[in-house]
């Protein structure tokens, strides 16, 4: 695994949100393809999950995904993602669960240290799920509220 990562740095501010992803946008620019490509990022406990992603008039491409600890800023994880791949968050959320399963697995391995795959398992699907779902669960049980589908 590699140290800080200098393109973290670079993602301190966020420019904007994108409701497409659902996720803040650190960096943005168009291309002369006329593909927008952004950078955005959401945290997910004491992990930094970056998702590259190109948007065009009729689709949205997903580029890559960094996996990063929060604190340190130590890069986890590089999620390499082939050429062409439809972006959607449940694509991501299933590379990430996978990624860091294997991440686990293999450190607990080196470290010679047992761990409960299972929880370990349940635990980022929970943890996924609100990270990338959360809000988008609020937002459908608000507009039902408000259009008396749930009467509370």
């Not at 927008?36 to 190109?54: F, H, P, S």
């Not at 996996?67 to 800023?73: F, L």
């Amino acid at each position: 695994m590699e140290n800080t990562h200098e393109g973290l740095a670079k993602l301190t501010v966020p420019i904007g949100f994108s409701d497409t992803t659902g996720m803040s946008v650190y960096q943005s620019y168009t291309a002369n393809s006329g593909l927008n490509y952004i950078v955005g990022m959401r945290e997910m406990q004491d992990l930094l999950i970056v998702e590259q992603i190109a948007e065009g008039t009729a689709c949205t491409f997903l580029c890559g995904i960094l996996i990063y600890h929060k604190e340190t800023k130590t890069l986890l994880k590089e999620i390499e993602i082939d050429r062409n791949v439809n972006y959607s968050r449940e694509k991501v959320v299933t590379l990430v669960h996978k990624a860091l399963l294997q991440v686990l697995s293999n450190a607990s391995g080196k470290e010679y240290t047992s761990i409960d795959m299972q929880s370990a398992n349940e635990f980022l699907s929970e943890a996924l799920d609100k990270c990338y779902f959360e809000n988008s669960r609020k937002t459908i049980i608000d507009w039902a509220k408000t259009v008396g589908i749930i009467k509370n």
